[in-house]
Antibody, heavy 121, light 112 residues
Framework: EVRLLESGENLGQPGGSLRLSCEGS????????MTWVRQAPGKGLEYVSS????????HYAEPVKGRFTVSRDNSKNTVYLHMNNLRVEDTAIYFC??????????????WGQGILVTVSS | DIVMTQTPLSLSVTPGQPASISCKSS???????????LTWLLQKPGQPPQVLIY???NRFSGVPDRFSGSGSGTDFTLKISRVEAEDVGVFYC?????????FGGGTKVEIK
């Protein structure tokens, strides 16, 4: 059974930094691209970032470009989202999702439970 | 960016009755490989999104056959043949044909 579990610091200040992790199990993690999607409280879904299976290709949504960095460690079955220069509007539940292909993005088939990140002074 | 427009915003359905949700994209979702990367998601209260339909009309593993998807190009439809109480939540369409991935605004389904 494929499982994705997000974790990390979930309270940050404006201008500060946080790192989220997403660990996968039940899959050959190194074979698939991974994507981060977020959902502000009471709002819809918003694309954040993707990384290819080998980590050589990354993509970012405009609102986070230059502030967030996605990376992965396939030896640990984990993808990371490094969030810098945080803004109040980054407050959201962050989901990681698995792709069906090594390149991003084709079909996102499995999603993690999500982690609530709050940015507040 | 491709804009995804879903209608209606909400639905109130009697159990056992059918329901239909429309999703329109601002550009064709047909990719160069001949496939159309349009997915339907259901987010039940307090849960993450789950995949119902991928590539327009393919039911994901374990999804009941009362859910079906159709469409092509820029117009897509999700149909529920007989709504059940467990179908309560928000349905989203999502396109992954072109980055950035974009989502419809969601359709909230309630049971009468």
């Amino acid at each position: 059974e494929v499982r994705l579990l997000e974790s990390g610091e979930n309270l940050g200040q404006p201008g500060g930094s946080l790192r989220l992790s997403c660990e996968g199990s039940g899959l050959i993690f190194s074979s698939y691209a991974m994507t981060w999607v977020r959902q502000a409280p009471g709002k819809g879904l918003e694309y954040v970032s993707s990384i290819s299976a080998a980590g050589g290709s990354t993509h970012y949504a405009e609102p986070v470009k230059g502030r967030f960095t996605v990376s992965r460690d396939n030896s640990k079955n984990t993808v990371y989202l490094h969030m810098n220069n945080l803004r109040v509007e980054d407050t959201a539940i962050y989901f990681c999702a698995k792709d069906t292909m090594p390149q991003a993005v084709y079909n996102l088939d499995y999603w993690g439970q999500g982690i609530l990140v709050t940015v507040s002074s | 960016d491709i804009v995804m427009t879903q209608t209606p915003l909400s639905l109130s359905v009697t159990p056992g009755q059918p329901a239909s949700i429309s999703c329109k994209s601002s550009q064709s979702l047909l990719y160069s490989d001949g496939k159309t990367y349009l997915t339907w998601l259901l987010q039940k209260p307090g849960q993450p999104p789950q995949v119902l339909i991928y590539e327009v009309s393919n039911r994901f593993s374990g999804v009941p056959d009362r859910f079906s998807g159709s469409g092509s190009g820029t117009d897509f439809t999700l149909k529920i043949s007989r709504v059940e109480a467990e179908d309560v939540g928000v349905f989203y369409c999502m396109q992954t044909t072109q980055l950035p991935v974009t989502f419809g605004g969601g359709t909230k389904v309630e049971i009468k």
